[in-house]
């Protein structure tokens, strides 16, 4: 992987914090796609090598503190969801973008419902609704995410 792949692997994710955490109307807080999780997969797909476990604990940790949600369930989520990338990325890089858009659908209803688990055991419950709509609303992104970042990732290459 090129410096500039790598800086643009960074850069990615930086956006999608910002993108994360961009404030919108209290309504339409259920309908904030995980844009970081959403990169995340991007580059295990397309870097499973460079995209290992190392990645889970900062990535996880900072959208924690960035979510005010307790601190370690959004890492168990990514770990979950790396776990499943890491056995099927092969399978997953010949679907077509609508068949990952379903995978990537399924994906994120297991990490919003281990982190949905946690703030449960925690007592800091939220309504049921909000967690399948962000896993719904990225699957819908996802196919034009995919493209941005997988044109832009082969001129770099």
Not at 38 to 57: H, R, T
Not at 64 to 81: E, H, R, T
Not at 96 to 113: K, M, R, T, W
Not at 114 to 143: Q, R
Request: contains cysteine; charged residues 10%.
């Amino acid at each position: 992987m090129s410096a500039r792949a790598y800086i643009f692997l960074i850069f990615t994710l930086c956006i999608g914090f910002i993108l994360q955490y961009f404030p919108l109307v209290d309504f339409m807080d259920w309908f904030v796609p995980e844009w970081v999780l959403m990169i995340f997969v991007f580059w295990q797909l397309q870097a499973p090598k460079l995209i290992n476990f190392w990645w889970v604990w900062p990535l996880g940790l900072l959208l924690d503190v960035q979510q005010g949600i307790p601190l370690g369930s959004s890492v168990v989520g990514f770990a979950v969801v790396l776990y499943v990338l890491q056995l099927m990325y092969q399978r997953l890089r010949v679907f077509n973008v609508a068949q990952q858009a379903g995978v990537i659908f399924l994906l994120l209803c297991c990490y919003q419902l281990v982190v949905y688990w946690v703030m449960v055991a925690t007592g800091d419950m939220h309504k049921p609704l909000s967690l399948w709509l962000p896993a719904l609303v990225s699957a819908l992104v996802w196919p034009w995410l995919y493209l941005l970042l997988s044109n832009t990732y082969q001129k770099l290459r």
